[in-house]
C-alpha cells in the first residue's frame, strides 16, 4: 500500500469484556451490527452481507440520501481486522481491529485517516461535521461494548 497523508484521523478506543471471537461476531453478523453502528449512517451491502476481501459496500449520511455516498471495500480482512478503504465525499481507510487482552478481555480500536474530497466541505468540515462525528463515534464505541457484553 502506498503512503499518502491524510488530513484528518479520528480513533476511538474501548475494552470490552469478551472473548474475540464474541467481538468477531458482534462485527460481523447483521443483527448484532445494526445494534451498534450509528443511526446518523446508513451502510449497505452491494456483494450481500459479507466482510470477505473485495467486498463492496455503500455508505450515505442520513437525511441527505446519495448526496454524500462513499463506496466501501474490504481492503484486507484477516481475525481481529476489517481494513475499509473509500471514496466518494471522502476518502480513505477506516480500521477495525480487536486484540486479545488478559481476563478474558478483548481491546477494540477504529481507527479512520481520510480527507474529503468536496472543497467547501473541507474547509466547514473541522467546525461543523468532524465534531458531530467525533462524539458520534463515541456513542456507538459504548452500544458495541454494550452488545459485546450481552451474555
Request: hydrophobic share 45%; proline share 4%; charged share 20%.
Amino acid at each position: 500500500m502506498a503512503t499518502k497523508h491524510y488530513a484528518h484521523l479520528m480513533e476511538e478506543f474501548v475494552v470490552v469484556a469478551a472473548p474475540m471471537e464474541r467481538v468477531a461476531t458482534v462485527m460481523t453478523d447483521h443483527e448484532l451490527m445494526v445494534r451498534w453502528i450509528s443511526g446518523s449512517v446508513q451502510f449497505t451491502p452491494v456483494d450481500g452481507w459479507q466482510f470477505a476481501q473485495g467486498a463492496r459496500w455503500r455508505l450515505t449520511l442520513s437525511g441527505v440520501g446519495r448526496l454524500l455516498e462513499a463506496h466501501y471495500v474490504v481492503y484486507e480482512r484477516r481475525p481481529g481486522l476489517i481494513l475499509w478503504a473509500f471514496h466518494g465525499f471522502w476518502e480513505g481507510f477506516d480500521a477495525w481491529h480487536w486484540l486479545e487482552q488478559d481476563g478474558g478481555q478483548t481491546l477494540i480500536q477504529n481507527r479512520i485517516e481520510y480527507n474529503v474530497c468536496i472543497p467547501g466541505l473541507s474547509l466547514l468540515w473541522p467546525f461543523t461535521v468532524g465534531p458531530l462525528m467525533s462524539w458520534d463515534a463515541q456513542g456507538q464505541m459504548q452500544r458495541l461494548k454494550q452488545v459485546c457484553e450481552e451474555r
